[in-house]
């Protein structure tokens, strides 16, 4: 009696596991890394992808849209927030249906795209060969190849890129890299790198109004940028070390460079070229190395008759000039229209606004040297479609006249130059402060798919056949349903998953109060305190050595869900000179953090001993200045550091330095100002002379101020808390200040100024630079400061 129901049972469940082989369409391989000829990969059967040997890499149909594919390479291994970053696409600009479409490899040796049922293919790699033998291969590299009989490779993905470079792939003169459209459209953008006819490799903008270069700076001979265009040959090439070798002479190193990392070049959607490693741990991808620091430099951002700027409380952002709308409000590329009649020939009747230092690039009508500003406006006046003109103080020492056609890459410049914008006299001028007529920030890390109309055209044929598939196929479902559910039951998940759950949400990981004590060996082994906790040095159980910042004085109130909220933040920044955070405690009344360990201390345990030389230090003054730099920058939370001093930089086994103890500070509200703020932070010594006014906005001027005195530390071994010895003002800054202006000129002083275990061993030209730029950091005024970002400039260009 029992006997024939199990057999019954054991027929159906094989029946069933049989019956997606019988019925659905012959060789249809999964999980390898070579495909058939005469085989295909379709976008229905979620097993149907190539996996490359070592697993990193896999090559098949990739979401870009709801109902919408492309045929894609991407790295096996989902990030954090579970998205797949995808290197390589086959079709970027004309999505598939998530229906029927399939690429298959003909006996010709052809590889092509079809989709649903359009006859014609969507895609193809133009390829014939004559052996029909040809194979499909994806490589541990993330090359995608044909490889006929006799071994050689007739096409591969590598020829072809999309917007990435992955290490080991040649960029060579046929090449180029084109930017996605946006960060939700994996089409084709309007940016792009290439080797231009003078072998120089460059960054182009190719919008749909306007075009330029905008890498290697173009007011630049390609000389002057360090370029060489002498290269007999065009190619560059990145390896898995991080070292990026090009033919015209530009080297980098990424700044984790020496490891063997998962790492790609991308040329990404805001038009900046970035280095990327993997942080396996962690799910994300660090930034190693970019083309571009200041992000009003990359063209188009911001479109015709706007500004770009980089603001404290928006990062960058545009405006369109007064009496200006803007076209598209939701995107700033297409600029801004004239409210205004534009019938401005050759009438001197006409007005100029004053912009003082904004500059707009490029498209001069006439350049006109030596001159003064009436003739400017003459000269001006005197060209019928002359939009205004940029009167600058140039270097040769006088006033010259730029009178522009086009207001195209308009942003605030440190240069003394002034642009001055034609309006008819009828217009009422609105004044400066009201020169952003709409704001709008960049939505930068929407993760959301685009729509695509691609409705799947039912085929009638075969209803009977199918009505059989559905019939095993619902049986099958049910009987694996069981046997999943029988084995989940014995286990005991839930503890497991909710914390996996937070881990992979957050990129980081919850430690327990046990395990973290355990791991500080009883909290025994203090590294520092400040900052709001004491720091323990510990071993996590998978050995990685960790500094554990305990949290005093933490809001009782303060649960998990909003300690995890403000340190969420802290995750999504990652830079090299910005210490990493892994992990939290939220237990009771705990509260602690888990960071990554430095070997070497901070730079205040460090600055009295000789163990700092000039080069040492001035490698520090730059990391710190691109960390806190970073801090500042647009696409993440705004966040100030406030309490910039020695303690807070943190040196690793090379001397590295990184950042740390930043985003405790509370994270600033884009919108809010920031009294609230004024009373805990900073501390004594380091402080901007705007925490003293309550009337005092603080920007990010505050940390460029406690940066100066950083800086002025380390020229001069000198600390300035205890600084009541150096003179009559009892500060380090006026006693450098009143040496360098006693001096009057002779160099002698900056040995005076200079610590002595540093002496002779720098070069002094360059140190007068940096100690300027030290004490133009400590200006009063913090509109006089320059931003972090000018300062990695001005030091790197020392
Ligand atoms: C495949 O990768 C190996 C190294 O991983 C490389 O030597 C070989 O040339 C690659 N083949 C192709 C066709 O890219
Ligand atoms: C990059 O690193 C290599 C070796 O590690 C070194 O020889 C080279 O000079 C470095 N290049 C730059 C631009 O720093
Ligand atoms: C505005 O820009 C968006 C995104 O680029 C585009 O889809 C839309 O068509 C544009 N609207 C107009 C009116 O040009
Ligand atoms: C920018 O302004 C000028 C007039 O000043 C106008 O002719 C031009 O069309 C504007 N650009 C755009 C994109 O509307
Ligand atoms: C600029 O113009 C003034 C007056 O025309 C002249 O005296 C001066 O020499 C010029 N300067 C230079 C550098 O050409
Ligand atoms: C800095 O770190 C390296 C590597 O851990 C170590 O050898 C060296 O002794 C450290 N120096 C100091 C001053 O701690």
Redesign the pocket.
């Known amino acids: 009696m029992a006997l024939p129901f199990l057999f019954h049972v054991l027929g159906l469940l094989s029946f069933s596991l049989l019956a997606p082989l019988l019925f659905s369409s012959p060789i249809s391989p999964s999980r390898s890394s070579v495909l058939q000829p005469g085989s295909f990969l379709s976008v229905e059967n979620q097993d149907d992808f190539l996996i490359s040997p070592n697993g990193i890499f896999t090559a098949g149909f990739y979401k870009v849209g709801e109902n919408a594919y492309c045929f894609s390479i991407w790295y096996t291994k989902p990030l954090s927030d579970g998205s797949y970053t995808a290197v390589w696409m086959a079709n970027r600009d004309v999505p598939v249906n998530g229906k029927r479409s399939k690429l298959s490899l003909l006996k010709t040796g052809n590889l092509m795209l079809t989709d649903a049922d359009q006859p014609l293919p969507v895609w193809t790699a133009g390829i014939i060969d004559s052996s029909k033998s040809a194979q499909l291969m994806l490589n541990n590299t993330g090359n995608l190849f044909l490889q006929n009989q006799d071994n050689e490779t007739i096409w591969q993905s590598f020829d072809s890129p999309t917007d990435t470079l992955l290490p080991l792939q040649p960029f060579t003169k046929d090449t180029t890299l084109v930017s996605s459209r946006s960060s939700t459209s994996f089409s084709q953008g309007f940016y792009k790198l290439f080797f231009d006819n003078d072998n120089v490799l460059r960054l182009v903008y190719n919008g749909p109004k306007i075009a330029g270069t905008y890498w290697p700076d173009p007011q630049q001979t390609a000389w002057v940028s360090g370029r060489s265009t002498w290269a007999p040959r065009r190619t560059a090439v990145l390896d898995s070390?991080?070292?990026f070798v090009s033919s015209d002479s530009l080297?980098?190193?990424t700044s984790d460079?020496?490891d063997v990392l998962v790492r790609r070049l991308t040329m990404d959607v805001d038009g900046n070229l970035r280095a990327y490693s993997l942080d396996e741990i962690k799910g994300v991808w660090k930034v190693t190395w970019q083309a571009i620091s200041d992000t009003c430099q990359v063209q188009g951002i911001c479109g015709e008759n706007s500004t770009c700027s980089i603001s404290p409380t928006h990062g960058r952002k545009c405006s369109c000039l007064p009496n200006h709308q803007m076209i598209n409000q939701t995107d700033w590329s297409y600029g801004c229209a004239p409210v205004f009649n534009t019938t401005l020939c050759g009438n001197d009747e006409d007005n100029y606004v004053a912009f003082p230092n904004y500059d707009f690039y490029g498209y001069d009508a006439r350049f006109v040297p030596n001159t003064t500003l009436d003739q400017c406006k003459k000269v001006c006046a005197s060209i019928c479609n002359c939009k205004g003109f940029l009167f600058n103080f140039d270097i040769q020492g006088f006033y010259s006249c730029y009178a522009k056609f086009k207001l195209i890459n308009g942003f605030g410049t440190v240069r003394n130059g002034t642009m001055y914008l034609k309006v008819p006299k009828s217009i009422s001028l609105q004044t400066n402060n009201n020169m952003a007529v709409q704001e709008f920030s960049l939505t930068c890390s929407e993760k959301s798919t685009i729509k695509l109309d691609r409705a799947y055209v039912k085929n009638p044929k075969n209803e009977s056949l199918k009505f059989m598939k559905l019939f095993t196929y619902i049986f099958g479902a049910l009987e694996i349903v069981c046997i999943i559910c029988f084995f989940y039951k014995t286990r005991n998940p839930l503890k497991t998953r909710r914390q996996g759950y937070l881990q992979t949400v957050q990129g980081f990981q919850r430690f327990s109060y046990a395990e973290l004590k355990k791991a500080s060996d009883n909290f025994s082994k203090e590294l520092g305190r400040g900052g709001g906790g004491i720091v323990y040095k510990g071993i996590l159980p998978d050995n990685r050595v960790a500094a554990i910042k305990v949290l005093k004085e933490f809001d009782n109130n303060q649960g998990e869900a909003e300690l995890l909220a403000e340190i969420s933040t802290l995750g999504r920044i990652n830079h090299m000179n910005l210490i990493d955070i892994w992990g939290y405690c939220v237990e009771r009344k705990h509260r602690m953090l888990v960071y990554e360990y430095m070997e070497n201390g901070s730079l205040a345990q460090n600055l009295q001993t000789n163990k700092l030389d000039w080069a040492k230090r001035f490698d520090i003054a730059v990391g710190t200045a691109k960390g806190l730099a970073y801090l500042h920058e647009e696409c993440l939370e705004w966040v100030l550091h406030c309490d910039v001093k020695p303690h807070n930089i943190l040196l690793d086994s090379n001397f590295s330095p990184k950042v740390a103890d930043f985003g405790l500070s509370k994270l600033l509200d884009r919108d809010v100002t920031h009294k609230e703020f004024t009373k805990a932070r900073g501390t004594r010594g380091y402080m901007a002379p705007e925490w003293l006014f309550l009337n005092q906005p603080i920007t990010s001027k505050v940390d460029v101020y406690s940066y100066g005195v950083v800086m002025l530390e380390m020229i001069t071994g000198k600390i300035r808390a205890d600084d009541q010895n150096l003179g009559s003002k009892g500060r380090l800054d006026s006693w450098v200040a009143e040496k360098m202006i006693a001096a009057d000129g002779k160099n002698g002083w900056i040995r005076d100024v200079v610590d002595s275990t540093v002496q002779g061993k720098y070069d002094t030209s360059k140190m007068e630079v940096v100690i300027k730029l030290a004490l133009r950091c400590l200006e009063e005024d913090k509109d006089a400061r320059p931003t972090m970002r000018q300062v990695v400039d001005m030091l790197l260009r020392t």
Do not use: R, V
Request: proline share 0%; hydrophobic share 40%; glycine share 12%.
């Open positions: 070390s991080g070292h080297f980098f190193n460079a020496e």
